[in-house]
């Protein structure tokens, strides 16, 4: 009998049927710690659940297959009639549904909501990242709208529901409603007070037509959008202001909602971003006139922390990916997982990812409790969390699929998916100047988020000296304004290690927050992952961070 000449040896299993939640240590032990008591076993049921699908062969299949297969826009049907819709793969719908029905749009009608909704966002999207987007927009709309109750009366019920309701009909007529943003231009990008988007008063006293364009709108299949545009009102004296635009009107036409074009994006490919056109487009005014961006900043807050959220789920899926090869795949003698320069590597990488979930989990704590004094604290740690977490996916990323090898490089492996998402949440909701420069203005002009901050941060003093002398550096770098602007990420990047520090050196355990503050904080760290103190107890970081046993 020939002998086989194909034999297939030392290749790591796949990374499946495990429960996304449970093997997530850092994840576990924030719900733990933020969520009150009488809610933990529910929440754990509901979390582990939902890890259980996220872990699944059938919905890493689904995740897959929306990734593959873009959606597609149909601009008119076959007599001709315009009628802008967008098709998606099933995948992405039973993607979208199982979020929906997970309560990822329904923080702010639970209790505990923003804590348990942070933690399952951060494990769906997992699956797919593409998903997160319309979740994230639907779910951040709620405040918005509250500061008209009529509106928030008759949309957020539809927005909080757990029914994934498709299809292009009256929200009316809907069990559950999505939401959709449109703020950025071809000419202004961040700067939205640019915008030409012009909106005339029509008779009905809080409605409007809109003319103009928007250069980025995602998830144009939603069943309503909020847009910024240029009011032109002869007694409230116009200016940027808000809007909410229903897809489908309450008489069951469709608004004026022209979509040129989808964009061909690097990542996020299962999930639609678009050109859209208004041409007398029926409009309500949300808020007053001329304060759009008053108006929508509470959405624009609850979707950067969606950023944190999603970059934290990114950097956890590449990190228990390359734990998983490495604890199978053996090299030169050995498992590559018990390699010290391995184990560096591996180490670094864990550490990074835990400082994103520890920190993640802690503002949507302070989303939860509302108080005045985390409020002030998230004005300020929302976009230096934005600012950090989101930059540091990429490198995560691109280290992680390194340490799959070739085949880190090859699609079917999953890491090439994962680093072509990884530079996203950078850029959404403002990129990493325009979060630089919104904590100068947080720093200059609102020093209660700064008290509250170092409040935060004060809590941990005394228990690493590195942290401590952080700490110390930091003020004298606050102290000295000249040229701050030039800086400003470099003090953005100081304010996020040292949160992150003071999160760790609290909460996670010594090992872990050890190697932290001494390469983070402590400077005896080098510029690639993988140069932390050999000294340190890096079995066990790698350890806690292994996604199954």
Known sequence: MAASTHTVTNQAPPLVGYDVFAADRALVEAVERHLDPALLDEARTELSGLGLSAGSAQVQEWGALANENPPKLRTHDRWGNRIDEVEFHPSWHRLLGKGVSAGLTAAWSRPGGHVRRAAGFVIWTQAEAGNGCPLSMTHAAVPALRTDPALAAEWEPRLTSMVYDQGMRPAAQKAGALFGMGMTEKQGGSDVRANTT????????????????????????????????????????????????????????????????????????????????????????????????????EMVAATRLDCVLGSASLMR???????????????????????????????????????????????????????????????????????????????????????????????????????????????????????????????????????????????????????????????????????????????????????????????????????????????????????????LDLATVVERARPVA
């Open 198 to 297: 012009a909106a005339r008063p029509l008779a009905e006293d809080g409605t409007y037509e809109l003319t103009g364009h928007k250069w980025f709108c995602s998830a144009p299949m939603s069943d309503g959008f909020l847009v910024l545009a240029q009011a032109a009102s002869a007694t409230d004296g116009g200016g940027l202001t808000c809007f909410l635009v229903p897809r489908v009107l309450e008489d069951g036409t469709r608004n004026v909602f022209r979509v040129q074009r989808l964009k061909d994006k690097l990542g996020n490919r299962s999930n639609a971003s678009s050109e859209v056109e208004f041409d007398g487009t029926w409009a309500r005014r949300v808020g007053d006139e001329g304060r759009g961006v008053r108006t929508i900043i």
């Open 317 to 535: 899926q590449a990190v228990a990916q390359a734990i998983h090869h490495c604890t199978y795949r053996e090299a030169f003698g050995g498992k590559l997982v018990d390699k010290p320069l391995m184990r560096n590597v591996l180490a670094d990488l864990a550490l990074e990812s835990e400082a994103a979930t520890t920190l993640a989990l802690r503002l949507a704590a302070a989303y939860d409790d509302g108080g005045e004094q985390e409020r002030a604290f998230l004005r300020l740690a929302v976009p230096v969390a934005k600012y950090w977490v989101t930059k540091r996916c990429t490198p995560v990323a691109a280290e992680a699929l390194e340490c799959l090898g070739g085949n880190g490089y090859v699609e079917e492996f999953g890491l090439a998916r994962l680093l072509r998402e990884s530079p996203l949440n950078s850029i959404w909701e403002g990129a990493g100047n325009v979060q630089a420069l919104d904590v100068l203005r947080a720093l200059q002009r609102e020093p209660q988020a700064l008290n509250a901050y170092l409040q935060e941060v004060g809590r941990a003093r005394g228990a690493d000296h590195r942290l401590d002398g952080a700490i110390k550096g930091l003020l004298t770098e606050l102290a000295d304004l000249e040229g701050i602007e030039g800086r400003a990420r470099r003090v953005v990047e100081r304010l996020a290690l040292v949160l992150q520090g003071a999160l760790l050196v609290r909460y996670a355990p010594p090992e872990v927050a050890d190697a932290f503050c001494a390469s983070r904080l402590g400077g005896d760290w080098g510029t690639a992952f993988g140069t932390l103190p050999h000294s």
